[in-house]
C-alpha cells in the first residue's frame, strides 16, 4: 500500500522507567515513519517515572512526538486508555517501550486494518513469530497457559501480545471497559466485540534496558480479569456456572459433615440436618465471595438470613420433586437416585433463581 492511501496512525507507548530505552525507540519509530512515509503521532503515556523520561523526550523535540505525564489511576491498561482518548488519528496503535516489539511491523498493522480486520495483532505464536531464546521456560510456560485460558473469548494465537492496532471507531463503539492488570489487548478483543482479526508475525525481542514490570501480583489479577470478561461475554450463564461448582462443593462439604457428625455419636437424624446447614453456611458465603461478587456491598446477615430462607424453599422444591416422580414413575423405586438427582436439579434451578433475583440483587452496573 503507498503511503497516500494508508490512514493515519496515532501509535500509543505506556512507559514507567522507560527513559533509557526512549532514545532508540524513537529513533527507530522516527526511521520506519520517514521510510514508509506515514503520517504518524507518537503519544508516550508516562505514569510520571521521574527518571529523565521528560529530559530524553525534550531532547528529541520531534512535532511528531507528544508525552504525556499521568499522575492518577496508574498503570499499563490505564495508561493505553487515557493515550486512546488523547489520540487524534483513524488507527490507534500499541507497543512497549522497551524494544521488544519491531516498529518495521507497524505498515503491517496498519494494512491489516486497512484492509478490513478489526484487529491486528503483532503475534509471536503465528507461523514466523519467533521469541528471544534467552525467554526462560518459566515466562514461555506461563504465556502458553495464559493464552490457553484466553481460548473461551477468542481464537486469536496471541490475544496476550501487547503490540496491535485497531480502528478508532471500533474502540468507540465498544461496551464500558474495565481492564485490571495487563491485558488491555484481550479486553479490547472482547469488548469491542473484534470478529476478524489478523495475525502479523513477529519476533519479540528480550529487552536489553531496564526492568520489566510483570509481576506475579499482576499475573493473579489476569484470574480476577477472566471471571469479568466471563460474566460480559456469557451473563447469567457464567453465573449460573459458577453457582453449580459453588453447589457442587457443597454436596461434599454436606457428605463431609455428615461423616464427622456420625463419627462423633450425633444423632442420625439431627446428624443429617446438621449437614445441610453447615454446607447452607459454606454455599451462602462462597456464593455471596464469588458468584455473585456484585452483591458484596449488601448487608451480609440479611443476605445469609434470605439465602438460608430461599434454600429452605429449595429443599422443599427437591423433596417435592423426588415425591412427585416416585409418585408418577414408581419403577424408580428401585433407583430412587434417580429421583433424588431431578430433585436436586430442580432445587438448585429454583435455588439460582431466587439467589440471583432476590438474595443477591444489588445489580450495580459493573462489567
Ligand atoms: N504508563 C505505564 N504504567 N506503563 C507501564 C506500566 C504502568 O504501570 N507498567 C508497565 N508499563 C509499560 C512499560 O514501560 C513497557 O513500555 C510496557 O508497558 C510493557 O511493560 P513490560 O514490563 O516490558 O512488560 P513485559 O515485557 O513483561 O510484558 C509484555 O509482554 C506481555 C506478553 O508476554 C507486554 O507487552 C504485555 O502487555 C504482554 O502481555
Ligand atoms: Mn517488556
Redesign the pocket.
Known sequence: MTQSTRPTVSLI????R?AENLPELIAAVGAMRERNGLCLELLI???DSRDGTDEAVAQIAAPWVRLIV?KAN???SA?VLDGFLAATNEILLVM???L?HPPEAIPALVDAIAAGADFAIGSRYVAGGTTDEEWGVFRWLN?RVATLLARPFTAAKDP???FFALRRETFTQAAPLSPIG??IGLELIVKCRCKRIVEIPIHFAQ?QRGQ???TLKEQLRYLQHLRRLFVFKFGNWAHFAQFAAVGTSGVAVNLAALTVLVWLLVPLRLAAALAIFIAMLTNFVLNRWITFSYARGGHFWWQMAGFIGASSFGAVVNYAVILITLYLWPVLETVPQVASLLGILAGLTFNYFASRYFVFRTPEPRA
Open positions: 507507548v505506556p512507559t514507567y522507560e503515556m508516562d505514569d499521568r496508574r498503570g499499563l495508561a512497549d517501550a522497551d521488544s504465556s496476550m501480545s501487547g495487563y491485558k529487552r520489566s514490570k510483570l
